[in-house]
Nanobody, 117 residues
Framework: QVQPVESGGGLVQPGGSLRLSCVAS??????????VGWYRQAPGKQRELVAAIGRGGSTNYLDSVKGRFTISRDNAKNTVYLQMNTLKPEDTAVYYCNVDSQFGGYWGQGTQVTVSS
């Protein structure tokens, strides 16, 4: 099993930046051989995939965050990051990390990101 734990959320003004971290505990083998995605869910909306990174480092992004967000992973630290720049009010949501393994998906508890002046 893997337990992802997110951190790094908070309140930021429009145009600001935040870096989210997803640290995995448990089976490091599962983490390092799995893709990891960052999802978000705003009030009244469905959860959506924001960015994902494969075990080999390939990435993909939601169109609305391309050029502003960057996902990366550091397997030595069992961590996946989401660097978020030029934040907009519509980026406000709870952000979740998901480890997508051959044994199933493992979700973290989420971290709140609020973009407001």
């Amino acid at each position: 099993q893997v337990q992802p734990v997110e951190s790094g959320g908070g309140l930021v003004q429009p145009g600001g930046s935040l870096r989210l971290s997803c640290v995995a505990s448990g089976s490091i083998f599962i983490f390092r051989t799995s893709g990891v995605g960052w999802y978000r869910q705003a009030p009244g909306k469905q959860r959506e995939l924001v960015a994902a990174i494969g075990r080999g480092g390939s990435t993909n992004y939601l169109d609305s965050v391309k050029g502003r967000f960057t996902i990366s992973r550091d397997n030595a630290k069992n961590t996946v990051y989401l660097q978020m720049n030029t934040l907009k009010p519509e980026d406000t949501a709870v952000y979740y990390c998901n480890v997508d393994s051959q044994f199933g998906g493992y979700w973290g508890q989420g971290t709140q990101v609020t973009v407001s002046s």
